[in-house]
T-cell receptor, first 118, second 115 residues
Framework: AQKITQTQPGMFVQEKEAVTLDCTYD???????LFWYKQPSSGEMIFLIY??????QNATEGRYSLNFQKARKSANLVISASQLGDSAMYFC???????????????FGKGTLLTVNP | DSGVTQTPKHLITATGQRVTLRCSPR?????VYWYQQSLDQGLQFLIQ???????AKGNILERFSAQQFPDLHSELNLSSLELGDSALYFC??????????????FGSGTQLSVL
């Protein structure tokens, strides 16, 4: 079974509008972390936002917010006021592992290609 | 700029050859991770080093090896290269061994093309 599922291969949004990128995850661990990364066409992976499994509040970083619904195992990324520079591939990732352990690997979804139209 | 430096940015080589990819982590980061990104497999975790020691292994082929040196830079060695090894190879680093809330910072990657 896939650990991270991003069901939207591609998304389009108009400049200045908000967009939600979906991510669902699968884990039996109690302690885990959820991340979103942005990969523009230049190739680098840029960290956007993080949500811990024990965090009660949804994470926010500027125009990015993470809609964390633990019972549904979803961690959707919301980008407000989209900009042309937001056009990129977006990856959801999960870090899981045994509590107190040391080897937490990061597993990525397949990604969503976001295109912002002027 | 993430602070993680990877060289070279591009590498073109032939099948059967051996190449070395280099990574310098962010200042103060003790963990280095290697990832492979290809169109069919997506982003795959290869291997992690912490303070010079191997900590975790993922889908790394036997033809591939890595090490982390005392100055904490890391090298990924790929040998007997095949066409299917063509991919973008990322290095990432984190401060500690990688707890669930530890962020990973990625370099800009090395694009390997095997012809």
């Amino acid at each position: 079974a896939q650990k991270i599922t991003q069901t939207q291969p591609g998304m389009f949004v108009q400049e200045k509008e908000a967009v939600t990128l979906d991510c669902t995850y699968d884990t039996s661990d109690q302690s885990y972390g959820l991340f979103w990364y942005k990969q523009p066409s230049s190739g680098e992976m840029i960290f956007l936002i993080y949500q811990g499994s024990y965090d009660e509040q949804n994470a926010t970083e500027g125009r990015y917010s993470l809609n964390f619904q633990k019972a549904r195992k979803s961690a959707n990324l919301v980008i407000s006021a989209s900009q042309l520079g937001d056009s990129a591939m977006y990856f959801c990732a999960m870090r899981e592992g045994p509590s107190g352990g040391s080897n937490y690997k990061l597993t990525f979804g397949k990604g969503t290609l976001l295109t912002v139209n002027p | 700029d993430s602070g993680v430096t990877q060289t070279p940015k591009h590498l073109i080589t032939a099948t059967g050859q051996r190449v070395t990819l280099r990574c310098s982590p962010r200042s103060g980061d003790l963990s280095v991770y290697w990832y492979q990104q290809s169109l069919d497999q997506g982003l795959q975790f290869l291997i992690q080093y912490y303070n010079g020691e191997e900590r975790a292994k993922g889908n790394i082929l036997e033809r591939f090896s890595a090490q982390q040196f005392p100055d904490l830079h890391s090298e990924l060695n790929l040998s007997s290269l095949e066409l299917g090894d063509s991919a973008l190879y990322f290095c990432a680093s984190s401060v500690e061994m990688g707890g669930p809330n530890e962020k990973l910072f990625f370099g800009s990657g090395t694009q390997l093309s095997v012809l």
